[in-house]
């Protein structure tokens, strides 16, 4: 069975601070997705990593994938109010449409 | 607004009762993807059909059935519910049929009494 394990669950900063948030798994994945969350509302994608190795940048966002497709990371730089939710980790196979998701890292930045 | 659409946003029904969740996919998207998604549980894969097959199977209690229309929306019928059906439920949808890419809708909240 495949399983993502994020870290840490929760995590509360305050604005203008640094954070990573890890995604780890025992199993390969073909690729791994990074969701936000708000309450209520569907998980809106930010970014797909499909290459071992591979870091996308998103603003003040860097996603990692790491070398052996396994696990992933999050990091924000300089963290805002406006980035406060529910950040969810997923891999995916190469010839299923299955995601698996992670348990989920809940962000709040404080002003 | 991701450009996937569920009907309704809100569903309240009582146990042993049936309900149909619809869900229109992206333009040119021609997989569908249901989700179920629980306090305890997190997001969990339901199924996948893509270009009306389905295409992968999580999850899904055989209480549960979905199918996908020749115009691609999708709908997702649970029956006999109990209590511990109550959750969101999200649909998802891709170009593809693979995992990348995937679009969620808003969801719809389904509670049971």
């Known amino acids: 069975t495949q399983l993502l394990e994020q870290s840490p669950q929760f995590l509360s900063i305050q604005e203008g601070e640094n954070l990573t948030v890890y995604c780890n798994s025992s199993?390969?994945?073909?690729?791994l997705q990074w969701y936000r969350q708000e309450p209520g509302e569907g998980p809106v994608l930010l970014v797909t990593?499909?290459?071992?190795?591979e870091v996308k940048k998103l603003k003040r966002l860097t996603f990692q994938f790491g070398d052996a497709r396994k696990d992933s990371s999050l990091h924000i730089t300089a963290a805002q109010p406006g980035d406060t939710g529910l950040y969810l980790c997923?891999?995916?196979?190469?010839?299923?449409?299955?995601?698996?998701f992670g348990q989920g890292t809940t962000l709040q930045v404080k002003p | 607004d991701s450009g996937v659409t569920q009907t309704p946003k809100h569903l309240i029904t009582a146990t042993g009762q049936r309900v149909t969740l619809r869900c229109s996919p992206r333009?040119?998207?021609?997989?569908v993807y249901w989700y179920q998604q629980s306090l305890d549980q997190g997001l969990q894969f339901l199924i996948q059909?893509?270009?009306?097959?389905?295409?992968a199977k999580g999850n899904i209690l055989e209480r549960f059935s979905a199918q996908q229309f020749p115009d691609l929306h999708s709908e997702l019928n649970l029956s006999s519910l109990e209590l511990g059906d109550s959750a969101l439920y999200f649909c998802?949808?891709?170009?593809?049929?693979?995992?990348?890419?995937?679009?969620f809708g808003p969801g719809t909240r389904l509670t049971v009494t």
């Open positions: 998802a949808s891709s170009v593809a049929g693979a995992a990348y890419e995937q679009y």
């Open positions: 199993s390969v994945f073909s690729s």
């Open positions: 990593v499909v290459t071992g190795g």
């Open positions: 997923a891999g995916g196979s190469s010839n299923t449409g299955k995601l698996i």
């Open positions: 333009s040119g998207d021609l997989s």
């Open positions: 059909y893509y270009n009306g097959e389905e295409r």
